[in-house]
């Protein structure tokens, strides 16, 4: 990001988007910079106080997570430090504060996160460098360019691969010691001092943290891996590897999930198929949000689908609900309104009912805009994956053709791919789904 010659100061990762100890690679270059100037490394959180409408189930999974990443640093003798405000103050008060002598951020293409950095860098003069942590092949490094879907992406992140997809080193017990190591958080204080909404509580289904999610991984890669090429679109077959919390506050890295699937001896055909998603959908995803600013509105769209929308937004709608109604699960269809019910209830809604979910609020919604509002704000304020590039590009392609290409028209709908319960019905028992999270 800005190069130059760094102080003897420590070395500070601004941990951000990646919120592991393990497996990290903005971690490990910084601690890589620090031994070779032979200087403290620490690690910085900046809570906001507020993140684009966040409730106490997010903020929850995020600090126990954080909380077991302290005590994993720790004991490598790297100090965390947990800073409350607008990180775009805190961060630069913390680097002056403490002398810190070059910064590390993480990547992120969520446009709050670029602001935060890009104020960041406006206000200090040291030297700060940037490590894509997320994706296995970094997201500029993949594509310099808005890819138009997969299959352009496709072949240049597989050509890169076996430069990127390669085993970690271990983070080492850092020898230089930080010379003004902090207080212990106090975690049960921080949690209670934040205003945030907490009508949308925690949820069970997911317990949060890097040893957890490893554990999910080793339940997926042992007893569902093998059947997620035929069972994947199918949400009463325990076929995903429900990873997507962890994947999305960083609490387990996609490269170590990519490992395990590899050196597992599923069938190959199911290997490439979750590789497909983890990889591909998943960094196009990352893709989409860096380098198309309006990721989450019409203008967004491409421009075959803002007209085709445009075209049909007068067309009649056979019924409307708000968005109290739909939050409800209040509509005349029981598949969608089960689909609402488990993302409310488990904080994870299965991924085929995530597509049809959203494309019936097209459907039912005055105009393609409020569609588009809703979908995003119904799924970042309950999915504890929520507020992720792979949400803002999920919803931009259910709804706007993002990544697709024109269908036959129809109304409402125009050229944008639409999905019916009848097909829903062809692919799984549908009754079986919805008697399943009416138990819940
Ligand atoms: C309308 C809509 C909204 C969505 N909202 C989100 C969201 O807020 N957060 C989120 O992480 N994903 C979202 N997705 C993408 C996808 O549905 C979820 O990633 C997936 O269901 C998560 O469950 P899993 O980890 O069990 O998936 P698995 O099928 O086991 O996949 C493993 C991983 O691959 C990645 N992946 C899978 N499918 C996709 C996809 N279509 N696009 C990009 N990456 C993918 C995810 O990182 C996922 O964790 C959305 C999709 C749609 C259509």
Redesign the pocket.
């Known amino acids: 990001m800005r190069d130059g010659v760094s102080t003897r100061g420590p070395a500070l990762y601004w941990m951000s988007r990646d919120q592991r100890a393990a497996d990290n690679w903005a971690l490990l270059y910084a601690q890589e910079l620090a031994l070779a100037r032979q200087c403290p490394l620490a690690v910085a959180f900046a809570l906001a106080p507020s993140f684009l409408g966040a409730p106490w189930r997010h903020y929850d999974f995020l600090l126990a997570g954080l909380q077991e990443t302290a005590r994993a640093l720790q004991e490598r003798h790297i100090p965390f430090f947990l800073l409350r405000g607008d990180p775009a103050a805190t961060i630069p008060a913390f680097v002056r504060d403490h002398g810190v002598g070059a910064l590390i951020v993480d990547f992120d293409p969520l446009r709050i996160k670029r602001a935060w950095q890009a104020s960041a860098i406006s206000q200090l003069s040291v030297p700060m460098y940037q490590v894509d942590a997320h994706n296995i092949v970094p997201c500029w490094v993949a594509s310099d360019k808005q890819e138009i879907g997969a299959r352009t992406l496709r072949p240049k992140i597989r050509r890169l691969l076996p430069e990127f997809l390669t085993p970690f080193p271990p983070l080492r017990v850092h020898p230089i010691p930080y010379p003004d190591a902090p207080e212990p958080v106090d975690w049960d204080a921080v949690r209670a001092a934040l205003d945030v909404d907490r009508t949308v509580g925690p949820v069970a289904a997911f317990p949060p943290g890097a040893a957890a999610a490893r554990r999910a991984l080793r339940a997926f890669v042992t007893a569902r891996l093998s059947r997620y090429a035929s069972g ?1 679109n199918d949400p009463n077959q325990e076929a ?5 919390p962890y ?2 506050c960083g609490q387990l890295s ?1 490269q170590s999930v990519a490992l395990a699937v590899q050196a597992s001896d599923a069938p190959q055909e199911d290997k490439e198929a ?1 590789l497909e ?2 990889i591909v ?2 960094e ?2 990352d893709n989409y949000c860096y380098y198309n600013e309006q990721y989450d509105t019409l203008a967004g769209f491409p421009t075959w689908a803002q007209e085709t929308l445009h075209a049909h937004q007068r067309d009649p709608r056979p019924v409307v609900y708000d968005r109290a109604d739909l939050e409800a699960a209040r509509t005349h269809d029981a598949l969608w309104n089960a689909a609402q019910l488990q993302m409310v209830k488990t904080g ?1 809604m ?2 085929y009912m ?2 049809y ?2 494309k019936k609020i097209l459907e039912w919604s005055p105009t393609p805009e409020e569609a588009l509002a809703t ?1 995003i704000a119904l ?2 304020r309950y ?1 504890l ?4 590039p ?2 803002y ?3 931009a ?2 709804i706007g053709g993002v990544h697709d290409h024109a269908w036959p028209s129809r109304p409402i709908f125009g050229k944008i791919r639409y999905m019916s319960e009848g097909g829903a019905r062809r692919k799984f028992d549908v009754d079986a789904y919805i008697r399943h999270v009416a138990a819940l």
């Open positions: 994947r995903l590897s429900g990873l997507s994947l999305h996609a979750f998603e983890l959908r998943r196009l995803a994870k299965h991924g995530r597509m979910w959203a979908a799924n970042d999915e994956d929520g507020r992720d792979n949400g590009t999920g919803c392609w259910a």
